[in-house]
């Protein structure tokens, strides 16, 4: 064991091999893992790597983030996260991962696990925006997407019904938590399922007049405009301008369909 590796294992201590500025210019994603380490096994870094990781960090600028995302994810998702971010923002990591300027001293004090997707949807809110880089990372970035629009677009959780017909109760329900854990709402999780059961419609299918009717009345060519059509309708039952009968539904969907020539 010429390293001592053994006695580092046992000491829980990360340290690098060889010289830094060889090891961490040639491979940046380095510096990355070592903060895993500490976030995954609760390690820590030995004085000289920790002093050579803040040393080389503008390395990780022109570094493709591809190749140190599964490090990144890890720091965010360990056991030990909050003392991995802390290390990064005493060494100042926010200046290399622009992306998380706004989030890094936020994520330092938030004490309950997150998922890396938590972390993404919580550091766009504080940016105001998406980054598009990381869509790829996302298991399911048109739900993403949606949470995301709906948490920015209505901080308090203050949701109407055409907010929950639209986005289902799904999304409305995780916009609150990301909004409750930013401390920009209350959490209203039992709030929001009552107004969502008490929905006078929660899909065009529970319109009276749906779509096995309206494609009785059109040519198949237009088939292709029914679900705009049906969403226009339930808007319009669900704002109070017609009331969800046959007829009423009828006469707004035949005015939209003329308006469509």
């Given at each position: 064991?010429?390293?001592?590796?053994?006695?580092?294992?046992?000491?829980?201590?990360?340290?690098?091999?060889?010289?830094?500025?060889?090891?961490?210019?040639?491979?940046?994603?380095?510096?990355?893992?070592?903060?895993?380490?500490?976030?995954?096994?609760?390690?820590?870094?030995?004085?000289?790597?920790?002093?050579?990781?803040?040393?080389?960090?503008?390395?990780?600028?022109?570094?493709?983030?591809?190749?140190?995302?599964?490090?990144?994810?890890?720091?965010?998702?360990?056991?030990?996260?909050?003392?991995?971010?802390?290390?990064?923002?005493?060494?100042?990591?926010?200046?290399?991962?622009?992306?998380?300027?706004?989030s890094l001293r936020f994520l330092e004090s938030y004490k309950k696990p997150l998922t890396f997707e938590d972390v993404l949807l919580i550091t766009f809110l504080l940016n105001g925006a998406i980054d598009d880089k990381y869509e790829k990372y996302i298991t399911d970035y048109e739900r993403f997407n949606k949470i995301y629009n709906v948490a920015s677009q209505n901080k308090k959780s203050s949701y109407d019904d055409i907010?929950?017909?639209?986005?289902?109760?799904?999304?409305?329900?995780?916009?609150?938590?990301?909004?409750?854990?930013?401390?920009?709402?209350?959490?209203?999780?039992?709030?929001?399922?009552?107004?969502?059961?008490?929905?006078?419609?929660?899909?065009?299918?529970?319109?009276?007049?749906?779509?096995?009717?309206?494609?009785?009345?059109?040519?198949?060519?237009?088939?292709?405009?029914?679900?705009?059509?049906?969403?226009?309708?339930?808007?319009?039952?669900?704002?109070?301008?017609?009331?969800?009968?046959?007829?009423?539904?009828?006469?707004?969907?035949?005015?939209?369909?003329?308006?469509?020539?």
């Amino acid at each position: 064991d010429p390293l001592n590796g053994h006695l580092d294992i046992k000491n829980k201590r990360i340290r690098h091999i060889g010289k830094a500025k060889k090891r961490f210019s040639q491979n940046p994603a380095l510096m990355i893992k070592a903060f895993a380490l500490m976030s995954e096994m609760n390690y820590k870094l030995a004085i000289k790597t920790k002093t050579e990781i803040c040393k080389r960090r503008k390395k990780l600028l022109d570094y493709d983030i591809d190749l140190y995302i599964i490090y990144l994810r890890k720091v965010f998702e360990g056991p030990y996260a909050r003392k991995a971010i802390r290390m990064m923002n005493q060494l100042n990591y926010d200046l290399v991962l622009q992306t998380f300027k706004n989030s890094l001293r936020f994520l330092e004090s938030y004490k309950k696990p997150l998922t890396f997707e938590d972390v993404l949807l919580i550091t766009f809110l504080l940016n105001g925006a998406i980054d598009d880089k990381y869509e790829k990372y996302i298991t399911d970035y048109e739900r993403f997407n949606k949470i995301y629009n709906v948490a920015s677009q209505n901080k308090k959780s203050s949701y109407d019904d055409i907010t929950l017909f639209n986005y289902g109760l799904d999304i409305c329900l995780e916009a609150n938590r990301i909004n409750a854990i930013l401390k920009r709402s209350r959490k209203r999780q039992r709030r929001i399922k009552k107004r969502w059961d008490s929905l006078k419609l929660k899909t065009p299918n529970d319109l009276m007049f749906n779509e096995v009717d309206l494609k009785r009345i059109i040519h198949p060519k237009y088939y292709f405009m029914i679900d705009d059509i049906l969403i226009d309708a339930s808007i319009a039952v669900l704002s109070g301008e017609i009331k969800n009968t046959f007829t009423d539904v009828q006469t707004v969907v035949i005015n939209l369909l003329n308006q469509n020539n």
